[in-house]
């Protein structure tokens, strides 16, 4: 699976989700991220991490690419669940001599760690359900209209658009040195990875100078037109209002 | 106690897995903490906003460029680079590298950008959580990095000598400032110097080897520049005109 494959935009958008107003998806996981952190127990956030994967299963969405997404949040959460675990509490859940090495995990501290373990699970699938529902064009125009300035879109669409330029040729580099022996030994390693990260920062300013001229030649004035926002629909804003009241009712259960 | 962290460093070395920079991903912090992190991430970003459009208000092209010295952050910081202690593959912050070429505050700018379509589109950082990364990586990141290079140049230390520290010291500050934003938030009733040091020596095992690696890539970056292309070093200002043309 090439980078640009593992890219969320780049995945199939005929989905049930594909026609739902961006704000709206937006809006929605911003509330049910906000009860999600503000839940001091475990089920609520592993009930909304399985809304979230039934929705990205329902959009068809391969294992490969979900465990690929999972594979960070979830290396942070064992280890702050091993920390809080044998670290932190005082009632005591279990006791092992591991090669003379006495080690206590405690009752409390298992609890601690499960609830921000949960709670991780619960905000990941939220932004992975997301980003699978929305194309990056449609997530940007919702920027806009929540406000989010200009410039800092424009920068976003700049980056976005050479993101899978640069990910092929850091990639290319990267095999061509590989093949060269160019990661054999540490030494030669970190010069092969300065000449990777030399290489594009310099293709990088090529490239823009390249850009900017052809833009300029086109009739670009320094601003990018962005997509304007349409009137909400009723049916969905009705339903992110009812999802986001029945996950408020098992909130406050 | 020392044992115990030592065997904890011990399971994260035997991880089959690839380690990760440190982003602090979705749902680790609570509401408050994010709400904090964001505050204090804020001005930066405002800051960094209003000296990119002085900077861009006369030139055209400064856009494109900082829209594709994102590009090229967010493609670094993915790129897998062995970590030899470790005996694993990580990815590097990347941010010294923006903080040099073009000053601490649009760098900061560049960051809030890679960190927001890292987090949507890679599940790397969060949403809530992008305040947090935007102080660690953006804030504390390019201002540590660009201090040490500045410094270092000052003290006329060679360009590759200067970029080395830079990269280094930049990303054990971020390593250091992540593992402020993960105590503080996670700590619950435990006192908060005590988690932070748990956290400090879990993660020492990647974090230190990872910052020597980007200090050799930061030092890589700005050579090469400087071999093949001086004369944007000394637009941007990170060398002195007479400079170009001189040895590393």
Redesign the interface.
Known sequence: MSSCECFSDNFNQDHFLAGVDARVKLLVVFALIIMVLSYGGILFPLVIAAGSLAACLKMKVPYRLLLLRFAQPLFIAVVLLVLKLLFSGQEVLFSVNLFGLELVGHRDGLMAGLTIAARILGGVSLVIALGFATPFLQFVSALSWLRVPREFIEIMMFAYRYLFVFLEDGMTIYSAQKNRLGYVGVRKGLHSFGILTGSLVLRGFEQSQKTSEAMIQRGYTGDMPLIESVKFRVREVMMAMACVVCAGAIWIV | MI??IL??ML??IS?P????SM?????????NW?VIWFAVALPF?AYG?KR??EL?KDD??F??????????V???S??P??V?TAGTCSHPG?TA?PAI?VGPTVSI??T???L??Q??????G???TWGADVVSMGVVGSFVGIGVFRGLRKMKASLGVSAFCAGMLSDWGIYLTTSVE?AAG?R?D?PFW??FS??LI??VPTQLPLG??EG??????????FK??PD?LAKLGVIKPEEAGATV
């Open positions: 044992e115990k065997f904890i399971i994260f991880l897995e690839k380690a990760f982003h602090i991903s979705e749902g680790i912090l609570p509401f994010a970003v906003l990119f459009r861009s055209l092209s856009k494109p460029l900082i829209g594709l010295l994102a590009a090229i967010f493609v670094i993915l790129m680079i062995p030899p990347g590298i070429l700018l560049i809030g950008v890679a927001l379509i987090a949507l589109f890679f599940a790397h969060g949403l809530s993960l996670i619950g435990e005590s988690l748990k956290i879990a993660f020597i690696v050799a890539m930061t030092a890589g970056m700005v050579t090469l520049l093949r292309r944007i």
